[in-house]
Structures are given as C-alpha cells and as structure tokens.
C-alpha cells in the first residue's frame, strides 16, 4: 500500500480531493491511504503561528522552520519528503513511476512566500509541477497525489490503460470519438468504423506522431520510434512543407 502525508495550512481544501472519484476508491479499497495533516497543529505558542516577517526585510511572510520541521518529523519515517515549489526539479511521468513505487510519501505544501529555506535540510526533494506561480503548493501536491497514485497496481481498472498513457509510449494520445457518429456535421473518421483493426492501430499511430511533431516536437528525441514511424514523419513533414525538422 503507497501512503502518503499531505502537510498543508489548508487541510480542507485537500481533503474533498481524496473522498470523490478514483482517489476516494483506492482508499476504500485500501489501494493507498492518505492523511492530511494542518500545519498549524505543530505549532507550539498561544497565537498558534506558522509565519513570520523575512529576515533582511522585504514584502510577504515566511514559513517558520520550526513549525515545518516539527509538521515534516511527526510525519516520519518516509520514503520521500517532497517540497513543492516552482525551483523544484521537473515533475515527469517518469518520477510519478519512480514515486509511485515507495511506502511512504510526505507532500509539503508551503504557503506565503515560501519556507525558510533551512528546511531544504529536512526534506529529501524539491519538485515543481510547472515554470508557474501558485498561491501554494497543495494543487501540486494533488498533482503528484493524481499522478502516482493511477499507477499503483489495481487503482485503474485497466492495467493495459497506463500502458498505453501518452507520456508512457513517448508521444501524445491519438484522437478518440464515441457516439453519435455524427454530430452538427462532424463525423468520425471512417476507418474507426471500418473492423479492421491493423488499419485502425496504423491510423492511431500515425495521428499520435503527427499531433506530437505539430504540438509537441521535443518529445520526439525521446520517444521509441520505428523505422516505420520516421518513414511517416518524414513524409508528414515534407508533405507540410518541411516546418518541423528545426523544431525537433
Ligand atoms: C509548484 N510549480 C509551481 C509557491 C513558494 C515553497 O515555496 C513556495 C511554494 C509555492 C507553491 O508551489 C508552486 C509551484 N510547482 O507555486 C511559492
């Protein structure tokens, strides 16, 4: 069972996250379990304060590191004690499968401008779910909830689901269309309600390349690729012009 500890001022805006949907089923199912923790409860002085003004002056408050640091201790022993902030490393799919594998996480979710940077000593990584700026780390935090916790075995119901994930093939998702077959004039592609299911996984394929070297060409130095897949890249490519190559 993967555990985690979320530590927020804010428990009750974490806490509705984990009783609906997916979440809320892996915990009855005893898949994952999740507590949250309000930060404020380890303080120790009658005002109950978790902030204080920044050292060498300057607009906004600062998290108290002794309050963090007693909030982080409490929660112990852990696998991983993650800080969320924007100059943490990049949050991948690949580190969601590196988590996702551990017993116990410990998720801190800062407030104000940030934490007295001392607790960089208690924590074992800084993580950052994008070059944005949030009003604290309890969204990135479920981000990391979300992420690790599809991937634990039995928490989605199709095991061949995440297999087939954009991120863990490389490239993005190919289209997908359900009822009605048409709609205001739209119609699904014909070769989805053809049976023939080689041409259908050869359509997939070829649309999952051509939206990721029109949106996301980068990802295609890292995604496994055929000798197939670069055959139609490079015909999709001239065919258009030739206005990717640079790009990816
Ligand atoms: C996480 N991308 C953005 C904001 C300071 C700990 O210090 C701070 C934390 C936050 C909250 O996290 C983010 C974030 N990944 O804004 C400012």
Request: hydrophobic share 35%; no cysteine.
């Given at each position: 069972m993967l555990?985690?500890?979320?530590l927020t001022l804010f428990p009750g805006l974490v806490r509705p996250w984990t009783e609906e949907a997916l979440i809320a089923k892996a915990i009855r199912r005893g898949l994952i379990r999740v507590d949250v923790r309000d930060i404020r409860e380890y303080t120790t002085d009658k005002h109950r304060q978790v902030d204080d003004y920044p050292y060498g002056g300057g607009a906004g408050m600062v998290m108290r590191v002794d309050v963090v640091v007693r909030a982080i201790e409490a929660a112990l022993p852990a696998d991983e004690v993650i800080l969320l902030s924007p100059a943490g490393d990049p949050f991948t799919q690949r580190?969601?499968?590196e988590l996702s594998q551990k017993q116990h996480l410990v998720l801190l979710a800062g407030r104000y401008e940030g934490i007295d940077a001392r607790v960089e000593h208690f924590v074992t990584r800084e993580v950052s779910i994008g070059d944005y700026v949030l009003m604290g780390g309890e969204v990135a935090a479920l981000a990391i909830l979300e992420a690790t916790a599809r991937l634990v075995p039995g928490?989605?119901?199709?095991?061949?689901?995440h297999q087939k994930d954009s991120f863990s093939w490389g490239l993005l998702d190919y289209p997908q269309y359900t009822r009605p077959p048409e709609f205001r004039g739209l119609e699904v592609p014909e070769v989805l309600t053809s049976g023939h299911h080689a041409r259908i996984e050869r359509w997939r394929r070829e649309r999952a390349l051509e939206r990721?070297?029109?949106r996301r060409p980068d990802l295609l130095k890292r995604a496994p690729l055929t000798a197939e897949d670069l055959e139609f890249l490079a015909r999709f490519d001239a065919a258009e012009g030739g206005d990717y190559t640079d790009e990816g």
């Open positions: 555990r985690y500890t979320i580190m969601a499968e928490v989605l119901g199709d095991p061949e689901s990721t070297l029109k």
